[in-house]
């Protein structure tokens, strides 16, 4: 495979509205042809980044370039990008054909130009036949595919799309995710897209880049940001984790420690090379963890043991939430037992847990 090649490129990148500092030393690649998306909760920052590279907001330091050619100065309608908004800013009272075009008639291109690229667009985003509807006459995912194709007609370097599924409720949510990685991936335009929807990022991107207060905290693959979390931030933004505190009390083999957790000593697996006596967090997904229910069985040394406080049924899985002897709660998650008639009867059970060696994620405690 070719080194991916960078087409956005944003160099130590600062931005201050009044008082407060959005964007501090901001830094940031996207490769030709992905699909990338930002991160982040409300108020982090991502929609600024959106802002600033299509030009509807200027930088007040650093450097944003498109295709190694810097975009400073240059007004939002000179510049290679397009902006898909979340409320989607069609036209009332022009038809799906009329919207899609709109761009292209301004540029000054023949009818007979415009009249195939937006047969074209509108064939990629699947609203054949749509052309002379308006968009009081689509639902809510039509007329944001027409938003796409809008942009997308102008054959843009970028394709920005700022919460554009927002406003879809989820089941419609869950089906343009596939659409628009579909259309992407089709049509080789590198897309970033910002959210605060995890699934959303996990589920549609090659890579993603999680934010917090104007920073980046961690940028890589959805598994890689998932499973391989840097720092707690991460790790608790995205999905449900436990976290324990732990301490490194020798080196069992190549990358292979044992740790100190609860009073108990396990053995976990790192690619960091780390001390004994080193202070650590391991990480676990509730996926990981392993109930036991023990009832008047002899509960011995091996594994951790508590009592149920909560459970609750999501149609795929049970999530139960015990209470551990010393006092920490940790989540665990496991596939529903449809035999299984009496699982809301275990509040108040005593189990056991448990993980395999090779689960959880271990990072250093001054990574928090």
Known sequence: MPPARAVLSLRNVYKRFGHDDILKDFNLEVFDGEFFTLLGPSGCGKTTVLRLVAGFEQADGGTISLDG????????????????????????????????????????????????????ALKLVRLEGYDERRPSQLSGGQRQRVAIARA????????????????????????????????????????VYVTHDQEEAL????????????????????????????????????????????????????????IEIEGQEKLVHSHLRLDAGEEVHLLLRPEDLRIEYIG???EGDSGFFGRVVERS???????????????????????FNGDDPGFAKRIGRRVRTDWLEGRGHVIRKDKA
């Not at 240059?74 to 799906?96: C, D, G, I």
């Not at 049924?313 to 596939?335: C, V």
């Open 69 to 120: 050619q810097p975009l400073g100065g240059l007004p939002a309608e000179k510049r290679p990008v397009n902006t898909v908004f979340q409320s989607y800013a069609l036209f009332p009272h022009m038809t799906v054909a009329k919207n899609v075009a709109f761009g292209l008639r301004m540029s000054g291109l023949r009818k007979a130009e415009v009249a195939e690229r937006v047969e074209e």
């Open 296 to 298: 008047d069985q002899p």
């Open 152 to 191: 997308l007609v102008m054959q843009p370097k970028l394709l920005l799309l700022d919460e554009s599924l927002s406003a879809l409720d989820y089941k419609l949510r869950r089906q343009m995710r596939i659409e628009l990685k579909r259309i992407q991936r089709e049509c080789g335009i590198t897309f």
């Open 203 to 258: 589920t549609m991107s090659d890579r993603l880049l999680v934010m917090h207060h104007g920073k980046a905290l961690q940028i890589g693959t959805p598994r890689e940001i998932y499973e391989q979390p840097e720092n707690l931030a991460v790790a608790k933004f995205i999905g449900e984790i436990n976290v324990f505190d732990s301490r490194l009390t020798g080196q069992v083999g190549d990358r292979r420690y044992s």
């Open 313 to 335: 049924y999501t149609g795929k899985t049970l999530d139960t939430l015990i209470e551990l002897d010393r006092g920490a709660q940790i989540r665990t998650s496991e596939f």
